[in-house]
């Protein structure tokens, strides 16, 4: 079942979230000097235009980026988000393309680290190979990204992002997501682990939390911004963001943050935020 493409929400509301949480991890990791491996386990085709057929369909990115793209109040860290997607518009003028998360860790990465782009899609994955055939430093791979988690850790680096981002098409998802990412901790207990989740129904995302708590790992921060409350309706209604081994700044980074987003990008006064230690180191 590979019916879902990012193509339809590439900028919406729950993309800000995450790859201003992407950027800051990785703004962490180029600190050091030595270099890092990048793992992007669902990474779909990494580059939208905002004015195809899919993404005018909804038009989501209406009520994300595009509420932040002419604004001079930016928080500093929003800001160089915002930057990062106007390298792709020339300037910035016109807001004509978005990029996935892979694209955010491409023009992030140094010569020293690696990245490897995992997708499953078949319609997609040629074009995520188009996107970043210029990347010397970025590997494009067709498989379960879940596979390469177990496949590729521990990295010959040591150091490392991996950013799990699949579509929950169906329920197992969620449970494939917590066994995932223990397998990895077994192999590769430093490295940062960044998974986003959507809410549709909030029983759904508790079994990551419940998941993960039961797991036994330690420094997991969670954060999540919603649009309205809670529902049993069609739609989702939040997402966030659960990272493992977060950067000591992120959670006093996205307090300062999230206020404002929920301002921006909820104008009508439903949204809401938090930020939470599932477990605490």
Request: proline share 6%; charged share 25%; glycine share 6%.
């Amino acid at each position: 079942m590979l019916s879902y493409r990012h193509s339809f929400h590439a900028g919406n509301h729950a993309d800000v979230v995450k790859h201003i949480v992407e950027m800051l991890i990785i703004e962490n990791l180029t600190q050091k000097e030595k270099g890092f491996y990048y793992l992007d386990t669902h990474s779909g085709v990494g580059r939208y235009r905002l004015f195809s057929q899919e993404s005018e369909k909804t038009a989501e990115f209406e009520e994300g980026i595009a509420r932040l793209w002419q604004r001079d109040d930016l928080p500093e860290e929003v800001q160089r988000y915002v930057d990062l997607i106007k390298k792709l518009n020339y300037g910035g003028k016109e807001l004509r393309y978005y990029a996935g998360s892979p694209l955010i860790a491409a023009q992030m990465l140094r010569p020293q680290d690696r990245g490897l782009l995992v997708e499953l899609h078949p319609t997609d994955f040629p074009l995520l190979r188009n996107n970043f055939k210029e990347f010397k430093n970025i590997s494009v791979k067709r498989d379960d990204g879940f596979q390469q988690v177990k496949a590729t850790l521990p990295p010959k680096e040591r150091r490392g992002l991996v950013l799990m981002d699949p579509p929950y098409e169906m329920k197992e998802d969620y449970d494939l997501v917590v066994n995932t990412i223990v397998e990895g901790y077994k192999r590769f207990a430093t490295g940062v682990y960044a998974v986003w989740y959507p809410v549709v129904l909030r029983q759904q995302s508790k079994r990551i939390v419940k998941g993960l708590e039961a797991s036994g790992i330690r420094k997991i921060l969670q954060i999540e911004l919603a649009v309205r409350p809670d529902s049993d309706q069609r739609g989702m209604t939040a997402s966030g963001m659960i990272v493992i081994n977060p950067p000591w700044q992120l959670e006093a980074q996205m307090k300062k943050i999230l206020p404002y987003l929920t301002n921006v990008l909820v104008p009508e006064g439903t949204g809401s935020w938090s930020v939470n230690w599932i477990a605490p180191e």
